[in-house]
């Protein structure tokens, strides 16, 4: 049975965490301070998932890292962050935070994984972690998810070495067949997935006659993306039984909807923080609350999955 309950209107509780409403930040935007992730809190959002983080501290790519395209972003940062050691400080900060903060993890290998495990399991500012085995661009990263087999094992590995913290797989859209990775990483020990994340792309600049971002390649997110995302989301719901988080250019209550009603539980926002600043988070739930008054739902449960009810 689907671990998630809707109390009231826009309130939802996904592996018994209670999110005041469906709008999480997703991993990569603002997620890499306490302050900005109190902020993010702050304006609106009813949960958070920090920028990925490794075992290790990694510098990323050189600028250029990100193209505004207009109807979406590319970006190829590199998967910069402090290492989770250093992250544990921001972590301590956020204590007592008033939403469910998600903790987004990558690892280059199984062992790093159990390590991570096992120090993530005693940090109590974490209530999940969103395995990102789904990165477009970093080598040793984005070969992960594309294979059954290690999706299964990393999960497995997590999974025995993480206590008490549900897992969350966040899953990449350069495959061929979505559903047979998420149901790899549901048979390795996945509670919820997280579709989608970016997709592999690249851009060229006509002057040079060279790709313009300095890691070659780099990850579509914003509108672009939305129609891509929702057929994940509905691939996988109809077929597994297993919360799954929209990821993939929400921008209005619009797109929310329309991820609900393709089965997702609730909605993850990135890019369009960055086309619209933190006041998304607001706008859309007031927008969504007065969607469902006019069409008289009466929680997003009634919204759930009725694009599959054909
Ligand atoms: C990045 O840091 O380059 C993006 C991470 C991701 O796509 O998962």
Excluded: W
Aim: charged share 20%; proline share 5%.
């Amino acid at each position: 049975m689907i671990n998630r309950k809707y109390n009231g209107f826009l309130d939802v509780e996904i592996l018994n965490l209670k999110f005041p409403n469906p709008l999480i930040l997703a991993a990569g935007i603002l997620g890499l301070t306490a302050p900005l992730l109190k902020r993010v809190v702050y304006s609106g959002a009813g949960g958070v998932v920090t920028k990925s983080i490794g075992l290790k501290s990694r510098e990323g790519y050189p600028n250029p890292t990100i193209v505004d395209l207009g109807y979406g972003l590319v970006n190829s940062m590199g998967l910069p962050n402090p290492g989770l050691k250093m992250f544990i400080e921001e972590l301590e900060e956020l204590k007592g935070l008033k939403v469910p903060l998600i903790l987004s993890i990558y690892a280059f290998s199984e062992e790093e994984l159990m390590t991570m495990g096992k120090i993530i399991s005693k940090l109590k500012a974490v209530s999940a972690v969103e395995l990102n085995v789904s990165c477009p661009h970093v080598g040793g990263i984005s070969e992960i998810g594309k294979s059954p087999e290690l999706v299964k094992s990393y999960v497995k590995t997590l999974k025995d070495n993480l206590s008490n913290k549900p897992i969350i797989v966040k899953l990449t859209p350069n495959v061929s067949d979505i559903t047979s990775i998420a149901m790899a990483a549901v048979n390795g020990g996945a509670d919820a997935l997280t579709a989608i994340n970016t997709v592999k792309s690249m851009v060229i600049d006509i002057e040079t006659g060279k790709p313009l971002l300095a890691g070659v390649f780099g990850g579509l997110s914003g509108p672009a993306i939305k129609p891509i995302a929702l057929r994940c989301v509905y691939e996988i719901t109809e077929t597994l039984d297993v919360p799954v988080f929209g990821c993939g250019g929400v921008e209005t209550a619009r797109d929310v909807i329309e991820f609900i009603m393709a089965g997702a539980v609730a909605v993850q926002i990135g890019s369009a923080i960055a086309r619209r600043g933190l006041r998304v988070f607001r706008e859309i739930s007031i927008e969504l609350k007065r969607f469902l008054e006019l069409k008289g739902f009466k929680s997003l449960e009634e919204v759930r999955g009725l694009a599959h009810r054909r």
